[in-house]
């Protein structure tokens, strides 16, 4: 059985430098292989590319179809992905429900898409409070994007800090950003679309 889980990483690994080199096609039989199998990260992957169109036609049915049996084998980055996915569609309710299962399971990334939606009001009440409250959450445990995001808001709280302070306190997250992604661009703390692995082996972040 261990033999297998490092066959697997194996082939995992030797896909995502696939990726590196721009060689989709390649990767994709590789992801695909491992899928089949029965691999979760295979299944995730394989959702990306196919929802995407990346290394084969592109199929959002069939995307969302690997990302949520992904998903129901409970990982939480797939979870997430879904919830993206979903969102994408249009589908806000379905893809909260996918961000809270996700979230459920500490990935922050999902806390902030959800005070995503709610500050728009998509899929559930628009509530601005609440939002703040999520983003404030996140913010406190690391995740950059909620705590840029955070700062913008309470800018325009005339209840909460001072402007200035957090106008300032932005412009230092940003900075911040920028300097992490600069020598360590696997950190959880810059997910906020997609899944860092897609995000970084396929072009540039989407929003």
Known sequence: MENNVD????????????????????????????ASEGNVAGMRMMGWMCFSGIGTTKDAIEGIRWAKLASEAGDQKAQFALGRFLEKSESFSSSMEWYEKSFAQGYLPSNYRMSCLILRGKGVGKDQEK????????AERGH???????????KMNKKGLNKLTALAMSICTIAQIAYIASFDEMSESLVYSFPIEFTLFFGKRSE
């Open 144 to 154: 950059l994007w909620s705590k840029r995001d955070y700062y913008r808001l309470e």
């Open 131 to 138: 939002a703040l409250k999520m983003l404030k959450y996140g």
């Open 7 to 34: 066959m697997e990483s194996i082939k995992f690994k030797k896909a995502l430098l696939l990726c590196r080199e721009e060689m989709y096609e390649g990767a994709y039989c590789i992801f695909l292989e491992l």
